[in-house]
């Protein structure tokens, strides 16, 4: 494990300081650092992989007490050093460092921290002005990110290196330990995870198989010892992180995707540079960009290319035309900034504009609103479950979105009832058992598949399954009211409805939906929209939104698939043009840690790519 990790500028004045270790950050490695620097500059033999620099900082009376080792970045503009200390250098020690520099340089430009540093510098300020924020979202996505993978780098590299070692084992574990070789051998892929770039990437370190439920139920038919004792390795933290309160807050899609950030603003800081500095028109473009005021002619083309590149990332063509309306109306009249062409004018507020149609997720406040409603108790002593309804179109994986959400709830200390109100689709309460079969044994691994729990349900104490069959629509309210009753009298939290699937342009499916949300009155009706179905989500989401009457509306959406879509993320944009309703989650794969926060920032940055 490293030492510690500094962040500061050329003036040696820190902005960021961590001891992962968690000791006093001890401010004598860094002057012994720079001390060193001075006495031997660092030549490109000590790159390494030719991105970071590695120095021995030797042990002096005035500067450090023993000898270590850094591996730094300089960047130029601001000039600010990024320095990793750690005690000896080994493969292990090497690898662990170089990682924590990739991820504190890809959040630090995903920030944009050094923006406000250079703004700071410029206006002769304090160079901590204004950065109060940015630095505490720094450092807590730093430590969670660092606490999640990269602190076991050394231990993963080490293990690989060591000699198997030999011990007595009981028969049970090494059934255990044959089961889980089995599957590690057997999967080629590797795991899946939420890449850099927006797509799932493979990898070899993580295996997904074991919380991959859609394979058939032969294996377990044949196996009645692994259909009991059910191995799920899954990782909680690849889900989100804790926070002080203990909230179990879901990690935003930006934070593991920082990288595309950077390698644009990267690569758009040297083209300008070079493109104005290097330029024989340098003169002309610092002379005659900027100060023009902006006409509806000069705008048109600009427009015109705005909208076809919207369109052709699937939003709705009514959708595109609000949006450069927008811009229409936020720039004829005004005038561009130094060195800045109108096209760049109408990218940048097309950002704003979309940044303003696109709501962010607000997971913290959803939480602490179920708190404060299953905190009070009704007069008569019980708990005042809160109710979720899940509605959408058929097939667009309302079943699976709502057991991520219970899993989600569930890692916050909620008591779950999920409740089958989906009767018109055959094997819809199968499928929900078997969700609630797999959300009880992660919650328990002594849970029985197929076993009871004491009230004579499916599921355990945790998560628990509310059935009543199949039937037609007044079977589905009767079992909605009677699920929300129940789940009062056991002392559940919260009460999960799935409901049946419907198309959106059939009035006769669609008019049921607003008595269900009469009678059973749910906190929350949230509609699960599928990133893959292109510009209909316009009409999906007005019908849906219109079907439960004045009154009522969607309270949010889930959008599901994102995984697949790449940067087409056109269905995001239409259905909160066309409802006024935010996004809350994405679905990002098929496994229950599989559900992330919006971040608007890297929908909008998408969408403009």
């Known amino acids: 494990m490293f030492d510690q990790l500094a962040i500061f500028t050329g003036a040696g004045q820190v902005l960021y300081q961590y001891n992962c270790n968690g000791r006093k950050f001890a401010e004598s490695q860094i002057g012994a650092f720079i001390n ?269 290319s705005l909208k076809k590149k919207l369109i052709s990332k699937n939003v709705a063509p009514e959708a595109a035309d609000y949006l450069t309306d927008l811009v229409k109306k936020d720039l004829v009249g005004s005038k561009t900034e130094s060195w800045t062409t109108v096209e760049d004018a109408a990218r940048s507020s097309l950002t704003k504009a979309l940044t303003q149609v696109l709501t962010p997720g607000v997971s913290v406040d959803l939480l602490h609103e179920i708190q404060n409603k299953t905190g009070v108790r009704t007069t008569d002593g019980k708990k005042n479950p809160y109710v979720f309804s899940v509605v959408g179109v058929n097939g667009v994986g309302k079943s699976t979105n709502l057991s991520k959400l219970a899993f989600w709830l569930l890692q916050n200390n909620f008591k779950v009832l999920i409740v089958a109100c989906d009767t018109f689709r055959s094997g819809a309460v199968e499928q929900l058992r078997v969700h609630v079969e797999n959300l009880a044994q992660l919650m328990d691994e002594s849970h029985i598949r197929g076993s009871k729990n004491k009230r004579g349900k499916t599921g355990n104490d945790y998560v628990e399954l509310f059935e009543a069959g199949y039937g037609g629509s007044d079977l589905v309210t009767k079992i909605a009211k009677q699920a929300i009753k129940y789940a009062g009298d056991q002392d559940f939290d919260i009460v999960l409805m799935d409901t049946a699937g419907r198309r959106h342009n059939d009035a006769t499916l669609m008019s049921p939906l607003k008595s269900f949300a009469e009678q059973a009155k749910p906190d929350k009706i949230i509609m699960v929209g599928e990133a893959l179905v292109g510009t209909d989500s316009v009409q999906q989401a007005k019908n849906f939104n219109d079907a439960f009457g004045r009154a009522r509306d969607l309270d949010f959406f889930i959008i599901s698939k994102c995984d697949t879509v790449g940067d087409m993320l056109g269905a995001m944009v239409n259905m909160v043009y066309a409802t006024g309703i935010p996004i809350l989650f994405v679905g990002v794969g098929q496994t229950y840690t599989d559900l992330r926060t919006l971040s608007v920032s890297w929908a909008v940055n998408t969408l403009m790519a």
């Open 36 to 304: 060193q620097l001075i006495i031997s500059p660092v030549t490109k033999k000590d790159n390494v992989n030719g991105k970071y620099s590695v120095v021995n900082v030797t042990a002096t009376e005035k500067h450090a007490t023993r000898s270590f080792y850094s591996m730094f970045y300089l960047s130029r503009q601001p000039e600010l050093y990024f320095v990793i200390t750690f005690p000896e250098q080994s493969l292990e020690l090497n690898k662990e460092a170089e990682a924590t520099l990739d991820l504190a340089l890809a959040l630090w430009d995903s920030l944009e921290i050094d923006v406000q540093v250079t703004d700071n510098i410029k206006a002769n300020n304090d160079v901590l002005v204004d950065l109060g924020e940015d630095l505490s979202k720094f450092d807590e996505y730093l430590k969670a990110k660092y606490e999640e993978s990269i602190k076991f780098i050394a231990k993963s590299v080490t293990k690989d290196n060591d000699e198997p070692v030999t011990k007595d084992i009981t028969p049970e574990q090494n059934n255990k330990k044959s089961n889980k070789n089995s599957i590690k051998n057997n999967n080629n892929k590797g795991g899946r995870k939420w890449g850099r770039d927006a797509m799932i990437e493979d990898t070899s370190n993580i295996d997904s198989s074991a919380l991959d439920f859609s394979e058939s139920v032969k294996d377990s038919e044949t196996n009645n010892s692994s259909n009991n004792n059910l191995e799920i390795p899954i990782d909680k933290d690849d889900f989100g992180n804790r926070t002080d309160k203990g909230d179990f807050l879901i990690k935003e899609i930006d934070d593991l995707l920082s990288s595309n950030v950077e390698n644009k603003k990267e690569q758009h800081v040297a083209d300008g540079t070079s493109s104005y500095l290097d330029s024989a028109f340098g003169f002309l473009q610092k002379n005659f960009l900027g100060n023009k005021t902006i006409s509806n002619k000069d705008l048109k083309p600009a427009l015109e």
